[in-house]
């Protein structure tokens, strides 16, 4: 079965850069996403890539790909205490004419001052 | 503005209550989701519904019954519940045919079972 797993805690110093990393197991997921939840909110999407890439940047967010080892990972750069929220990674799993997302436990960032 | 509404934001119900969880999206989606959010736990899929008809139920008990009139709107209604059952649930919508747009999220129900 499907199954997405994360470390659960990352802290980090303001200005530093961090990294999250994630593992899947689906190899025939299409996409893979990072969504972000700060409290009291639902998910919301930060980044995605598609299985044939291995690199995306998109402004202070790096996504890389090993399909290989089935390993994803989100480098946020210069990190802020407003990027202190849980990050989830999740895989995409189509169905007939639909797609469901695994995600996985997320992981606590905390930016510290 | 996420563009998916889910009311009420906070529900406190008895565990003889029957009480009904709203969603509501106008971006044009035409498949939505109930995910159930539980503290250390990965997010549980419950429900999907695909061009307002159900195409998966992961397996979740019956006092939970969901229900799509049309592809904007989205219930979870409830009765019976157990304590076990107090969670964060999550609607999302999405562009069936176009995987790569991810999902876009409410808010969410904060439920609490007493």
């Known amino acids: 079965g499907e199954d997405v797993e994360q470390s659960l805690f990352l802290s980090v110093r303001e200005g530093d850069s961090s990294v999250i990393n994630c593992t899947y197991t689906?190899?025939?997921?299409?996409?893979l996403y990072w969504y972000k939840q700060e409290p009291g909110a639902g998910l919301q999407l930060l980044t995605y890539i598609f299985s044939n890439m291995d690199m995306k940047q998109d402004q202070r967010l790096t996504v890389l790909l090993n399909k290989k080892d089935k390993h994803l990972s989100l480098r946020i750069a210069d990190t802020q205490t407003g990027d202190s929220a849980i990050y989830f990674c999740?895989?995409?799993?189509?169905?007939?004419?639909?797609?469901?997302?695994?995600f996985g436990k997320g992981t606590m960032l905390l930016v510290s001052p | 503005e996420t563009g998916v509404t889910q009311t009420p934001r906070h529900l406190v119900m008895g565990m003889t209550n029957k009480k009904s969880l709203k969603c509501e999206q106008h971006l044009g989606h035409n498949a939505m989701y109930w995910y159930k959010q539980s503290a250390k736990k990965p997010l549980e899929l419950m429900f999907v519904y695909s061009l307002e008809e159900r195409v998966e139920n992961n397996s979740v008990p019956s006092r939970f019954s969901p229900e799509c009139p049309n592809s904007s709107h989205l219930f979870l209604h409830l009765h019976t519940l157990q304590p076990e059952d107090s969670a964060l649930y999550l609607c999302a919508s999405s562009q069936a045919s176009v995987v790569n747009y991810g999902y876009t999220f409410g808010s969410g129900t904060r439920l609490t079972v007493v």
């Open positions: 999740a895989e995409s799993i189509s169905g007939s004419g639909y797609s469901t997302l695994t």
């Open positions: 689906d190899s025939s997921s299409t996409y």
